[in-house]
């Protein structure tokens, strides 16, 4: 029983909170949810090496853009010669804000179209970043890859 002159609120049983949203903002939930979902497998792997002991892996960077229009801005900046990390900070649109580091990701670990571009991309160094658009169900990644191993 709901306390005394709060009323209960009711929702039908198949809706839920993020069934509400508007499509723009399922979107940028889904982009967060699967940002932290990567976070959740380095971690473990960092913590059990032994999963990840015999595959390759790769340290990424990546800005995540809505919109096109948003990630060609992106583009430009870093042709113009911007570091990769100060454009993340600035147009990425999830937890890249912190410069769009990902950490370290084995193919494994990585959504789709992930598995087959980011293995593609040599590394380079985040003032100078050799980078490729990858587009996901999420929006407009620019990928980076920093190291391998």
Not at 107 to 116: D, N, Y
Request: charged fraction near 35%.
């Amino acid at each position: 029983m709901a306390p005394k002159g709060k009323a209960k609120k009711e929702t039908a049983p198949d809706e839920s909170a993020a069934d509400k949203l508007k499509p723009a903002q399922q979107l940028k939930l889904q982009a967060r949810r699967a940002c932290r979902h990567a976070a959740r497998q380095s971690e473990r792997r960092r913590n059990r090496p032994e999963l990840t002991q015999n595959e390759p892996g790769t340290q990424l960077r990546h800005i995540l853009c809505e919109k096109h229009s948003k990630s060609q801005q992106a583009i430009e900046r870093l042709q113009k010669g911007e570091a990769f990390d100060k454009v993340a900070a600035d147009l990425s649109e999830d937890k890249a804000r912190t410069g769009g580091a990902l950490g370290w990701m084995t193919r494994t670990g990585m959504i789709g179209v992930f598995q087959e571009e980011a293995f593609d991309i040599p590394p380079s160094e985040v003032r100078r970043p050799i980078y490729k658009e990858i587009k996901s169900k999420f929006g407009y990644h620019i990928v980076m890859v920093e190291d391998r191993k």
